[in-house]
């Protein structure tokens, strides 16, 4: 269920630029817009009803079944958008991995296996084909008819989900998710979908606003800026920065880590937000990636600017309250020289991160010293020559690019002439001559790639990592 959020996550993450750009013409052209225009807006059903469920088919079946299971994906979804009366961003999302994983069955069984050499490629085309025109006729005929009735009781029930008063109390789930590093699986792979479907009927949705607020965030890290003194202070304000205006969720992460009763506080603050985002009745027209405060703003309607931006003051201030008294004692905290470089590679990116799972046992101990609990287990690297070094996280798109990047830093620094990627499990290529990966990955990863070379670590925020790192790669 667990990878199967990821994938969820990854499909809407990777086609994010055409849902902000939605936002964006909702915003200027739409119904809360600042100029309407009937002609301009006219943009958006299309891309709704059409361009992005066959976008996103198309990438989930990629994911799971390579370019053929995408274009098998895509073509069947494109038969589910002309029957159906709503936009089938949901049906998109089970139809594309469920073709890709068919079509990956079929290479693997089938097409493999057949007989007599130089007809693999004609037999195994036609046989896709045929299952691509399969898929289109059932979706075209029958799914998408289903799914329209289906969508309409799920629309009818956000409804009543946006308006009730249990809404705010998503929070207490929502926000440890978060500080666990699931941010994107619960924004993109569970609140995204159910904010597109509401966005589509009433042009703008809270749905948007429960993950990305940065209101909880906020008032954790003025609370360690004012309990805190020297370099650790300095640490606490720079993230509070780039947490509240870059949108970087992930700097504060470390913070709650240490201290695991400031929870509390998180889930206050993000029940305060939600509470005040229902009261005043706002939402975006789109996803905010990352979650930053002038992102946010840019894409609210024009006459909930003002009251987001409240809203997300007043569950910084509850967050902040709540802090302040659990915070009687603060141990040792990032400082700006161990953070900035993390900081300035997070501006860099356009993706907020993501790292693995942290259990109650290891957070514990990670809370106990952030620091020092970062060490390397630099098995089996020995010997050979390192040409190509890839950075592997569960979904490819947040941690992993944020430790390829930092560790392809320091190897310029160093004149040492390998190149760094980022990669998903799913995605790690046979020529990689070095897997970087989190420690609790590293099982994982050994069963998709075996005999490899791996660099197990504990964290990828920590610079003295990737210093050893170069180190050893000397």
């Given amino acids: 269920m667990r990878r199967f959020a990821q994938l969820l996550s990854a499909m809407v993450y990777q086609n994010i630029i055409i849902i902000i750009a939605v936002g964006v013409i909702r915003v200027i052209f739409g119904d809360y817009g600042w100029w309407y225009n009937e002609t301009i807006i006219q943009i958006v059903n299309p891309v709704y009803h059409t361009i992005l469920p066959v976008l996103i088919g198309f990438t989930g079946g990629k994911l799971i079944g390579g370019q053929k299971g995408g274009a098998t994906a895509a073509i069947a979804i494109f038969g589910l958008t002309l029957s159906s009366t709503v936009p089938a961003i949901l049906g998109a999302m089970i139809i594309g991995p469920i073709s890709g994983w068919i079509i990956k069955k079929i290479d693997q069984h089938i097409i493999k296996r057949l007989p007599g050499a130089g007809y693999e490629l004609l037999i195994g085309n036609i046989i896709i084909a045929l299952i691509a025109f399969l898929f289109t006729l059932i979706c075209y005929l029958y799914i998408g008819k289903i799914f329209s009735a289906g969508t309409d009781i799920i629309l009818q029930w956000l409804g009543s989900i946006a308006s009730s008063s249990l809404l705010p109390l998503v929070a207490i789930f929502v926000e440890p998710a978060k500080v666990l590093f699931f941010?994107?699986?619960?924004?993109?792979?569970?609140?995204?979908?159910?904010?597109i479907h509401q966005v589509n009927e009433l042009g703008k949705s809270i749905f948007f606003l429960i993950e990305s607020n940065p209101g909880p965030g906020l008032g954790i890290l003025l609370a360690y800026w004012l309990k805190t003194k020297g370099e650790q202070r300095k640490g606490a304000k720079l993230a509070t920065?780039?947490?509240?205006f870059g949108g970087i969720h992930e700097v504060y992460f470390p913070y709650v880590l240490k201290k695991p009763r400031l929870i509390i506080a998180v889930m206050i603050g993000g029940m305060v937000g939600v509470y005040c985002f229902q009261q005043f009745q706002v939402g975006l027209v789109a996803i905010s990636s990352p979650g930053s405060a002038l992102l946010l703003t840019a894409l609210s309607p024009r006459a909930d600017m003002l009251l987001i931006l409240l809203s997300i003051l007043l569950s910084g201030a509850a967050s902040f309250l709540i802090s302040i008294v659990l915070l009687n004692r603060v141990a040792e905290t990032p400082t700006v020289n161990d953070t900035k470089e993390t900081i300035n590679t997070f501006y860099r990116l356009t993706e907020s991160g993501r790292l693995p799972r942290v259990n109650e046992r290891?957070?514990?101990?990670?809370?106990?010293?952030?620091?020092?609990?970062i060490e390397l287990d630099t098995k089996m690297l020995k010997g050979g020559t390192i040409?190509?070094?890839?950075?592997?996280?569960?979904?490819?798109?947040?941690s992993s690019a944020m430790g390829g990047a930092m560790l392809r830093k320091?190897?310029?620094?160093?004149n040492l002439p390998i190149t760094v990627e980022n990669a998903s499990i799913n995605d790690i290529p046979e020529?990689?001559?070095?897997?970087?990966?989190?420690e609790r990955l590293l099982p994982t990863i050994e069963h998709h790639v075996p005999n490899k070379i791996y660099y197990p670590l504990k964290s990828f925020t920590d610079m003295k990592v990737y210093d050893q790192l170069v180190q050893e790669l000397r």
């Avoid at 941010?183 to 904010?195: K, Q, S, T």
């Avoid at 040409?387 to 947040?398: D, L």
């Avoid at 320091?410 to 160093?414: G, M, T, V």
């Fill in 183 to 195: 941010n994107n699986v619960v924004n993109f792979g569970i609140l995204a979908p159910l904010g």
């Fill in 241 to 244: 920065f780039v947490h509240f």
């Fill in 362 to 373: 290891n957070t514990a101990h990670f809370a106990e010293n952030v620091q020092n609990e």
């Fill in 387 to 398: 040409r190509s070094i890839y950075f592997v996280c569960e979904a490819g798109i947040g």
């Fill in 410 to 414: 320091k190897l310029q620094q160093a």
């Fill in 431 to 438: 020529d990689a001559d070095l897997i970087v990966c989190h």
